[in-house]
T-cell receptor, first 113, second 114 residues
Framework: DADVTQTPRNRITKTGKRIMLECSQT?????MYWYRQDPGLGLRLIYY???????NKGEISDGYSVSRQAQAKFSLSLESAIPNQTALYFC????????????FGSGTRLTVV | AQSVTQLGSHVSVSEGALVLLRCNYS??????LFWYVQYPNQGLQLLLK??????LVKGINGFEAEFKKSETSFHLTKPSAHMSDAAEYFC????????????FGAGTRLAVHP
């Protein structure tokens, strides 16, 4: 089994719909992150969490929310999806020992039509 | 705040030629630096990372990178390109303190021609 699992792998949704992307990990890491990847822009940080009670906005948090349900689970929600949120989304984890080891999920490809 | 600039969104080389992908960083604290590769329709794979040990870092698949503090650079090189190296490459920076996050550059797409 993968260390960081993202579900779904692919999703097509309509404008205005609420959608949740889920991430679970078996690494035992405290820190979890959500990124989105767009062509020519690299990966940009949406939200990050250093522990269950710590949630922080990244550089592009508008239109997104997150929930850290447990150490192992970190969900990303789009309350009302819009077409420019079409992207590849990655969840990642890192250890708390100065953050040298990051583990990425396989990504969720989201299309908003 | 930290940031990364990757010079050249597209790089094209011939098979067997030197690969040089450029990365410059900005950081107010000592950085950790990373190179990741993404093959078509796949996730991210760590190529190598600099974590304040040796300044010349060797990674997988014959890649290496040199940390140059005076130039704030961490360029990725490979002496001889192979067709299988065609992919997108991302440079990333993180601080070395206890609470840091990974910040990525915009990526460089490498094409390898026969």
């Amino acid at each position: 089994d993968a260390d960081v699992t993202q579900t779904p792998r692919n999703r097509i949704t309509k404008t205005g719909k609420r959608i949740m992307l889920e991430c679970s990990q078996t690494k035992g890491h405290d820190r979890m992150y959500w990124y989105r990847q767009d062509p020519g822009l690299g990966l940009r940080l949406i939200y990050y969490s250093f522990d269950v009670k710590d949630i922080n906005k990244g550089e592009i948090s508008d239109g997104y929310s997150v929930s850290r349900q447990a150490q192992a689970k970190f969900s990303l929600s789009l309350e009302s999806a819009i077409p420019n949120q079409t992207a590849l989304y990655f969840c990642a984890t890192s250890d708390s020992g100065q953050g040298k080891r990051y583990t990425f999920g396989s990504g969720t490809r989201l299309t908003v039509v | 705040a930290q940031s990364v600039t990757q010079l050249g969104s597209h790089v094209s080389v011939s098979e067997g030629a030197l690969v040089l992908l450029r990365c410059n960083y900005s950081s107010s604290v000592p950085p950790y630096l990373f190179w990741y590769v993404q093959y078509p329709n796949q996730g991210l794979q760590l190529l190598l990372k600099y974590t304040s040990a040796a300044t010349l870092v060797k990674g997988i698949n014959g890649f290496e990178a040199e940390f140059k503090k005076s130039e704030t650079s961490f360029h990725l090189t490979k002496p001889s390109a192979h067709m299988s190296d065609a992919a997108e490459y991302f440079c990333a920076v993180s601080g070395t303190g206890g609470y840091n996050k990974l910040i990525f550059g915009a990526g460089t797409r490498l094409a390898v021609h026969p």
